[in-house]
């Protein structure tokens, strides 16, 4: 069983920054393969960033290319997305995600645990 809490979402202004954590608990954390989702009001889930873990990489989704860091911190069960230059687009709840079969995924499908997520509110 994998629990995972999302913190750091805020209401700021476009251009502002945002740092969001994602803590899992569980054994072997440094094996997961972890992602990050948002959902805006009345759209689907859609994919944000995941840890390639292969090599060391990224993969990021065209829309925060550039304005978006992810990180880990393996001795602490942590993830993080850093959020430059925000957007009125960025609005949505962010949810991280965790899949343990080792496959790296933009599907939400591809992944079994979630977080309850943590709401992001950029205004104009």
């Known amino acids: 069983q994998v629990r995972l809490v999302e913190s750091g979402g805020e209401s700021v202004q476009a251009g502002h920054s945002l740092r969001l954590s994602c803590v899992a608990s569980?054994?072997?954390?440094?094996?997961?393969?972890m992602g990050w989702f948002r959902q805006a009001p009345g759209k689907e889930r859609e994919f944000v960033a995941v840890?390639?873990?292969?090599?060391?990489?990224?993969k990021y989704a065209d829309p925060v290319k550039g304005r978006c860091t992810f990180s880990r911190d393996n001795a602490k069960n942590t993830v993080y997305l850093q959020i430059n230059s925000v957007e009125p687009e960025d609005t949505a709840v962010y949810y991280c995600?965790?899949?343990?079969?080792?496959?790296?995924?933009?599907?939400?499908?591809?992944?079994?645990?979630w977080g309850r997520g943590t709401q992001v509110t950029v205004s104009s």
């Open positions: 995600a965790a899949a343990l079969s080792g496959r790296v995924t933009s599907v939400p499908n591809g992944y079994y645990y």
């Open positions: 569980g054994r072997a954390f440094e094996t997961y393969v």
């Open positions: 840890d390639r873990r292969s090599d060391g990489g990224v």
